[in-house]
């Protein structure tokens, strides 16, 4: 069982509070608050401040168990399961426009965040020095704080451009923003993460398991260094100096062999496997976590991590078999068959792979990568009925007769390679067992791996070009895979971008690495094989997301200038 000391072991009740003490009244403002939950009263006590930083975490566990990972609309994935719909990143024609409910929702998403960082850093900085054991533990929550808000920007500069800067806590109504200079929101950004490498943790020295370190901040600062280098390359050696901090300045590593209390339900298992294994994540033995957001099923609050609803295929409406009895009856639950199988989950195909980062980037070492495994990726399913002639023989679209269903081995929505041993929690359902879950487990989410930061590090060595110190970074990622290491000829940013999918895909905001080498718009038309809508029908101005509309035309003492093309 995780041991979590409390991270969330309560509703994350103040996290939302702290945006109500807003009014746009000054006598309002100046009154002495009597209530507890007003900034003034919550940061007096160490443990009001507590309350404040697990609300940050809370909120960035939510963004992560949204939308961003699915990376829709990319050369990496589409909407399998309405893919003629005009849902999120579907059609950039009729998704991608200023009154998008969706866009709306993700940019006041990423503000939340912001505001309430900035509301525990200003809580912090007024409060009494009597409530902390040394400056050195004031610093390491304030730094904490700063960290949370540099991670917001990170999404909002890198997918809308120059955005508001705030840099205080809001306590009125605000109509006067105006944009900020992508430069200004970085420097911002640096200085946070600078101050967090200063002043947090250690790795292994945090207050609570889950708590944020140095480690992370370096990994923030490297990623931030990057995203700016391709237009000053000045910042690509500073990314590698970054990214070596976390490399080779703490006692992270690659895991190499099994560890862990992994159930090899299909019969094989590997290290890989063993990283996304219930409980696996923030074991002491794994030293390649850096960060991940947390889910428990057994405390109020804990959550549920969405990875199976959102990635895997809805097998459970394929309908019939070719002999006309039901395909898949599922689990036989309560005197009954349920229709969905406790192996895979409740799944709906929101995020369907792209021919490219399901086939593509696995030709070259098809059977011996071992993220390729068949208990990684699963690529075969069965029949599941014993009423069938067909039961528990492969699922074989060319049995059906023509013109029922089209003669290929893997669908838009009910049959596609299913990246199970990463997003899905096999026979490990803790909550709704008749619906298999309902899509849901409870595993923890890397927000941070050690292998991203040798990708990214190998990034800037490519465009520093020292490739030979590029192509043994991936190496160590390949190595561990057991596929062919590459050689230093080879390396260029594409192989970089097959290497993330290999290693990142459901992990990485594929939407940030795109835009900051400058090829979105190429590789998502390219890639994108959504069936309806191929590339997305993505537009070279929607590199950038439109700025919503209603902040334009809420802002009325200064004017926000829409993004291009919108």
């Known amino acids: 069982m995780k041991k979590y000391s409390g991270l969330f072991s309560k509703k994350c009740l103040f996290a939302i509070l702290v945006l109500m003490f807003s009014s746009c009244s000054e006598d309002i403002l100046n009154e002495t608050p009597l209530d507890f939950f007003s900034p003034e009263n919550a940061f007096n006590s160490l443990a009001g401040i507590r309350q404040g930083i697990n609300g940050l975490y809370c909120d960035v566990r939510s963004l992560k168990n949204g939308l961003l990972e699915g ?16 849902t999120q990143m579907v059609n950039y024609i009729t998704c991608m426009i200023p009154t998008d409910i969706n866009l709306g929702n993700l940019w006041n998403s990423f503000y939340s965040l912001i505001q309430k960082a900035n509301v525990v850093i200003e809580g912090i900085n007024n409060s009494d020095d009597a409530i902390w054991a040394s400056d050195a533990q004031k610093n390491a929550y304030l730094a904490e704080a700063m960290l949370f808000r540099a991670f917001g920007y990170r999404y909002l500069v890198m997918l809308w451009g120059d955005v508001p800067l705030v840099t205080e806590a809001i306590h009125s109504i605000k109509i006067d923003l105006v944009r900020a200079p992508k430069a200004d929101v970085f420097k911002l950004m640096e200085e946070d993460l600078i101050f967090g490498i200063a002043n947090l943790p250690e790795p292994g020295e945090e207050e609570n398991v889950g708590r944020i370190n140095q480690g992370v901040a370096a990994h923030l600062l490297c990623e931030t260094y990057i995203n700016q280098a391709y237009l000053n390359p000045s910042k690509f050696q500073l990314a590698v100096d970054a990214a070596s901090k976390v490399i080779d300045g ?73 002999d006309g009895k039901k395909a898949i009856r599922g689990d036989f639950v309560d005197g009954a068959y349920t229709g969905y199988s406790d192996t895979l989950g409740r799944c709906v195909s929101y995020f369907r792979p792209t021919s490219y980062a399901a086939y593509f980037v696995w030709r070259s070492d098809w059977y011996n990568d071992i993220r390729n495994a068949k208990h990684n990726i699963k690529r075969d399913f069965y029949f599941d009925n014993p009423e069938s002639i067909y039961d528990k023989q492969k699922i074989d679209f060319s049995l059906y007769p023509p013109g029922t269903r089209d003669p290929i081995h893997d669908t838009c929505s009910y049959i596609y390679p299913y990246f199970i041993g990463k997003v899905g929690d096999p026979l490990h359902h803790f909550t709704e067992p008749k619906k298999a879950g309902a899509g849901r487990n409870h595993k923890d989410k890397y927000v941070i791996r050690l292998a991203e930061t040798l990708l990214l590090r190998a990034e800037a060595y490519v465009n520093l070009g020292r490739l030979d110190l590029a192509a043994a970074d991936i190496n160590k990622i390949r190595n561990r895979a057991n596929a062919t290491p590459v050689l230093p000829a080879d390396v260029n940013l594409d192989y970089i971008l097959d290497e993330r999918v290999r290693e990142l895909y459901s992990e990485e905001c594929r939407y940030i690495t795109l835009r900051r080498m400058g090829n979105m718009v190429e590789r998502t038309q390219k890639y994108c094989d959504n069936p309806i809508f191929p590339g997305a029908n993505i537009k070279d101005h929607n590199v950038l997301y439109p700025i919503p509309q209603t902040e334009i035309d809420l802002n009325i003492d200064a004017v926000i200038q829409q993004n291009p093309g919108y």
């Open 250 to 322: 703490y006692n992270y590593a690659l895991m190499t062999e099994r560890f862990g209390s992994t159930v090899d339900v299909f019969g094989s298992g590997d290290v890989f496997l063993d990283l996304f294994a219930y409980g696996n994540q923030y074991l002491p033995e794994n030293r390649e976590c850096i960060w991940a957001v947390q889910f428990e099923p057994f405390i109020t609050g804990g959550y549920r991590n969405m990875s199976e609803y959102f990635f895997g295929p809805a097998y459970f409406r394929l309908g019939n078999a070719p």
């Open 71 to 86: 990376s829709l609309g990319s050369d990496v994935c589409y909407n399998g399961e309405n893919p003629g719909g005009n």
